[in-house]
Nanobody, 124 residues
Framework: QVQLVESGGGLAQAGGSLTLSCEVS????????MGWFRQAPGKEREFVAA????????YFRESVKGRFTISRDVAKNTVYLQMNSLKPEDTAVYYC????WGVGNSRDDVYEDWGQGTQVTVSS
């Protein structure tokens, strides 16, 4: 079991950018696929992006392709979600999640460990 702490959320204007960070402790980042999910008020949690345990493969939901980037710094045991060209519909609580030896799944039920979430609010 690893502990995950997200940071970097906040308020942005439409068209702006934010970078979320997820620091992993209690384990080695290279052993885990890392995913980002989000949940808007009144809606179900949805997949945003993921990177495989090897770091070689990344995946995105269709609505964020070309705008969001997922990356990781193994020296810092941290995974990032760079969000550009933000839209009001990106407003949600963003969670990072870890799946040991995972391939970067879009299904949230395969992830064993979750952070507490960080709020992202995009104003129009």
């Amino acid at each position: 079991q690893v502990q995950l702490v997200e940071s970097g959320g906040g308020l942005a204007q439409a068209g702006g950018s934010l970078t979320l960070s997820c620091e992993v402790s209690g384990g080695v980042l290279q052993d885990y696929a890392m995913g980002w999910f989000r949940q808007a008020p009144g809606k179900e949690r949805e997949f945003v992006a993921a990177v495989s345990w090897s770091g070689r493969n990344t995946y995105f939901r269709e609505s964020v392709k070309g705008r969001f980037t997922i990356s990781r710094d193994v020296a810092k045991n941290t995974v990032y979600l760079q969000m550009n060209s933000l839209k009001p519909e990106d407003t949600a609580v963003y969670y990072c999640a870890a799946d040991r030896w995972g391939v970067g799944n879009s299904r949230d039920d395969v992830y064993e460990d979750w952070g507490q979430g960080t709020q992202v609010t995009v104003s129009s």
